[in-house]
């Protein structure tokens, strides 16, 4: 298992600024994914980040406005930027262990106004 | 492109029912099909996952199962409890290690009432 956590968990934030938020976990993971839940919808994955190589963005995320950064197997972090509105959204981090598990951080709740 | 769908969106019951919770696919070419449940502030929290090649999956009062040609899941509790309150999310995977992708539906809030 894997035990994650995420800073912070929640935050308020302007238009226009950039929000980092930092995932931990408390092993060595190779694989590291970042998801989105906006309300009312099902979770999208982000982008997949290994370390030691370039992140992966899933389609309609790039990475001038989601960029992330992994410098070692137990961290990193994901930054929102130039925010607006729809930005608000809860970001978990999950991290991969064996060939199928991921497990969760709890998540960061994020409001733009 | 695969969507999962999940119904009902909310169900309410009292305490000590037994309940089922449904979750269809549109692609049965699935690697893997997980069930989790989610509390506010706490994440999700892994309960159970099927291969493509199993039928069901049991831990404790929750069992899963899993009809891969018709695209159905459904996850079933017994003898509910409060603390089985939470949302109740259904995801398919679509293959294993860098291939794991999750889609993702969009979850049962459940609601035992004592």
């Known amino acids: 298992s894997a035990v994650i956590s995420q800073k912070p968990s929640r935050d308020i934030c302007q238009r226009g600024t950039s929000l980092t938020i930092q995932c931990q976990v408390d092993?060595?993971?190779?694989?590291m994914f970042w998801y989105r839940q906006q309300p009312g919808q099902s979770l999208t994955l982000i982008a997949t980040?290994?370390?030691?190589?370039?992140?992966?963005?899933e389609s309609g995320f790039v990475i001038d406005k989601f960029p992330i950064s992994r410098p070692n197997l137990t961290f990193s972090t994901l930054t929102v930027s130039n925010m607006s509105p729809e930005d608000s959204s809860i970001y978990l981090c999950?991290?991969?262990?064996?060939?199928?598990?991921?497990?969760f951080g709890p998540g960061t709740r994020l409001l733009v106004l | 492109k695969q969507e999962v769908t999940q119904i009902p969106a909310a169900l309410s019951v009292p305490e000590g029912e037994n309940l089922v919770l449904n979750c269809s696919f549109t692609d049965s070419a699935i690697y893997n099909l997980q069930w989790f449940r989610q509390d506010p502030g706490k994440g999700l929290t892994s309960l159970l996952l099927i291969q493509s090649s199993q039928r069901e999956q049991t831990s404790g009062r929750l069992n899963a199962s899993l009809d891969k040609s018709s695209g159905r899941s459904t996850l079933y509790i017994a003898a509910s409890q409060p603390g089985d309150s939470a949302t109740y999310l259904c995801a398919v995977g679509g293959g294993a290690g860098n291939n794991r992708k999750l889609i993702w539906g969009l979850g049962t809030s459940l609601a035992v009432n004592p």
């Open positions: 092993s060595q993971v190779t694989m």
């Open positions: 980040a290994n370390q030691g190589s370039e992140a992966t963005y």
């Open positions: 999950s991290v991969g262990v064996g060939a199928e598990t991921q497990y």
